[in-house]
């Protein structure tokens, strides 16, 4: 089987020109523009990227956005306290602090510090828990923009055998949340991977979706997967590449050659599931300014 491409770039254009045209009528029916504030601690260049990709995507909708940016010092008392100013600025609709965080502060501190209504990366307790249960909430944006992809291409879930490899708190363990509920979007019977499982093999080769978020590269090979699955490969790797100007190039988690042969869908890194993340974003923002998800009283 020759796999058909999962063109993220593309949907995400798609996403936002519709994302930029509700933020044009909102705006023309009297509403301020959204505005999100992002949160740097550091100058991670990975950080640094991401975040230009952000705010260049915010450009793009008619999102207003403006980056704080903090040292690598700073105090957990000091940055807890800037979050708060946020939390309580009118102005600001969504509220997004750049991970990771340098190691001498607790991400889950922090996170939980942010107003859930200003959550917009879906990261707060409050709306980790409310996806947990079918509640309206800020879905994590990552595992959205895969179910936002399987929408398009009209790629079935409901009943299929979903496998998803690493369990972090941002793509993992939300996307297998999302997948297994008995939801419109859900029901896949879902198998969780992380480092601690005994034979991988064993489990993606049973995998119909295979969604693969462990920050590995070539973690893994055709030889571990059936004919005719589904790969969603959320690993952003930088690796050495000297004839690149950058010095390096983006790979996913999946060895894309071997497996284009195998899978009936995939996608590629970069331009797969990294732009609908980030498509993801805006989306949140704007229902963060609609107060969509919450309503006042
Ligand atoms: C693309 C992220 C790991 C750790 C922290 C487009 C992004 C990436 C790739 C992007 C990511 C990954 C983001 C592409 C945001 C996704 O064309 O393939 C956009 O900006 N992302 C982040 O903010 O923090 C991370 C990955």
Redesign the pocket.
Known sequence: MSAKLID??KVAEITMKLISDDVENWVKAGNRRPFLKVVQVGTDP??T???K??TRSCKRVGIDTDTTHLPDTVSARELKSIIRSFNEDENIDGILV???LPSHLSSHDVIESIDHRKDVDGFHPMNVGRLTVDQPTFKSC?PAGIFELFRHYSIPVKSKHAVVVGASNIVGSPMAIMLSRENAEGKATTTICHKYTKDLTRHTIAADILIVAAGQPSLIKAEMVKEGVVVIDVG?NRVADESSDKGYK?VGDCDFEGLKNKASWITP???????M??AMLMKNTLLAAKKSIYPDD
């Open positions: 993220g770039k990975a950080s990227s991401y975040i990709a952000k750049q991970l990771p990552t952003i983006l890194v970069p331009g797969g599931v990294g732009p993340t980030v």
